[in-house]
């Protein structure tokens, strides 16, 4: 009798978790369907690798001068996809801090959490300003640091769909980055905020 609770229990968890990923997956993937920012993000990634790989200055002038029409493009969309994920429930847009997926954990205990729709603003006001390049960057510099501003909102999709080592492991794997490495090479801006809301340190 016991084991077969346990069984039952065990199956329920699985059922409820399935359940909690596949709401979370429907609802962020019926906005971003409205937009092509990962195909931007793909093209961008070749884009720097064939900038920095560039031996003729000229031509790698000309490379960085193609991806700022795109980075802007990018930055756009995302700042529209923020706006409109803004206007989802908030009951459905809580994410947990806890390492591992526990089915509505966020609901339930929703002070464990944060709201997924502030980090994507923190995301597009991060990606906006690196492109405006208010701060100097040399293209190579701009480059790296825009680079892990959209690794690091990539993450932040994946944990809220996830959880945060879903995430983290996502990332490595994608982009051969640890999450703290992201976390350090975005700019002080988005770092402060984005840790500020989720409530972490740099090493955690």
């Known amino acids: 009798m016991d084991m077969l609770l346990l069984l039952a229990a065990a199956l329920g968890f699985a059922w409820a978790k399935r359940k909690d990923q596949s709401e979370r997956i429907a609802l962020l993937g019926n906005v971003l369907t409205r937009f092509d920012i990962e195909k931007l993000m793909?093209?961008?990634t070749d884009g720097y690798l064939r900038a920095l790989g560039e031996e003729d200055a000229e031509r790698q002038t000309q490379v960085w001068s193609y991806?700022?029409?795109q980075e802007q493009t990018l930055s756009e969309q995302f700042t529209a996809f923020a706006t409109e994920f803004a206007t989802q429930d908030a009951a459905?847009?809580?994410?947990?801090r806890l390492p591992v997926a526990l089915p509505y954990a966020a609901r339930w205990w929703p002070s464990a959490g944060f709201d997924v729709r502030e980090a994507f603003a923190v995301h597009a006001r991060g990606i906006a300003s690196v492109i405006e390049n208010q701060a100097g960057l040399s293209p190579k510099r701009r480059a790296f640091t825009l680079s892990a501003e959209l690794f690091l909102m990539q993450h932040t999709c994946h944990w809220y769909c996830r959880s945060k080592t879903v995430a983290s492991a996502r990332l490595l794997?994608?982009?051969?980055?640890?999450?703290?490495?992201?976390?350090?090479s975005v700019s002080l801006e988005t770092r402060d905020a984005y840790l500020s809301l989720a409530g972490q340190s740099v090493s955690s």
């Not at 459905?92 to 947990?96: F, Q």
């Not at 794997?173 to 350090?184: E, F, G, S």
């Open 92 to 96: 459905a847009t809580r994410v947990s």
């Open 42 to 44: 793909e093209s961008l």
């Open 173 to 184: 794997a994608r982009h051969k980055t640890a999450y703290q490495q992201v976390l350090q």
């Open 67 to 69: 991806l700022e029409v």
